[in-house]
């Protein structure tokens, strides 16, 4: 069955840079894009980008370009999303999930707390 | 970049009653591009509709919606203790990717 598991919970200091990874299993991992989502506390669904897992190619948001960058190591089908210079507004519970037009499977979640 | 609006913001209904939730867009979209989740606390959001109307995999056909151009429509016929949550719908475009709406909150 198709699973993604990501990485656990991080706490980071303001200016930090956190990597959060995804884990795919059950798929050929270079068949499919993967998205990263975040949601803030009390928000909704923010989309952050997505990476290509075949090519490397990636689409980021305006709103990060410049802070994220996302990469995949094929070997592992494993797909990262590194934020940088982190707010107190980056806290979040930060999603991976597969595919392109939308997303048919959702790792569980990691959350990311940005305090001093 | 074009703007989905989800309304209500929140639906107070009860267990058998019909839900009627509402998106719309900025400018039109594409039908194939328009997709429906639901999300509960501590979970991964979920795929219940993608092209506008097409239920994904083992989603009870109480889920279906409709819709075109700029008006979509996510129904529940009758509603189980389970389906309270909050729904959002989503579409794909070049740049950005995916959009979001702000969300539905279905609450008894």
């Known amino acids: 069955q198709v699973q993604l598991v990501q990485s656990g919970a991080e706490v980071k200091k303001p200016g930090a840079s956190v990597k959060v990874s995804c884990k795919a299993s059950?798929?050929?991992?270079?068949?499919?894009?993967i998205h990263w989502v975040r949601q803030a506390p009390g928000q909704g669904l923010e989309w952050m980008g997505w990476?290509?897992?075949?090519?490397?190619?990636?689409n980021y948001a305006q709103k990060f370009q410049g802070r994220v960058t996302m990469t995949r190591d094929t070997s592992i089908s494993t797909a990262y999303m590194e934020l940088s210079s982190l707010r107190s507004d980056d806290t979040a519970v930060y999603y991976c999930?597969?595919?392109?037009?939308?997303?048919?499977?959702w790792g569980q979640g990691t959350l990311v707390t940005v305090s001093s | 970049e074009i703007v989905l609006t989800q309304s209500p913001g929140t639906l107070s209904l009860s267990p058998g009653e019909r839900a009627t939730l509402s998106c719309r867009a900025s400018?039109?979209?594409?039908?194939?591009?328009l997709t429906w989740y639901q999300h509960k606390p501590g979970q991964a959001p979920r795929l219940l509709i993608y092209?506008?109307?097409i239920r994904a995999t083992g989603i009870p056909d109480r889920f279906s919606g409709s819709g075109s151009g700029t008006d979509f429509t996510l129904t529940i016929s009758r509603l189980e203790p389970e389906d309270f949550a909050v729904y959002y719908c989503?579409?794909?475009?070049?740049?950005?990717?995916?959009?979001f709406g702000g969300g539905t909150k279905v609450e008894i």
């Open positions: 999930a597969r595919d392109l037009y939308w997303a048919d499977y």
């Open positions: 059950g798929y050929t991992f270079t068949a499919y894009y």
């Open positions: 989503q579409q794909y475009g070049i740049s950005p990717g995916l959009t």
């Open positions: 990476i290509n897992s075949n090519s490397g190619g990636t």
């Open positions: 092209g506008a109307s």
């Open positions: 400018q039109s979209v594409s039908s194939n591009y």
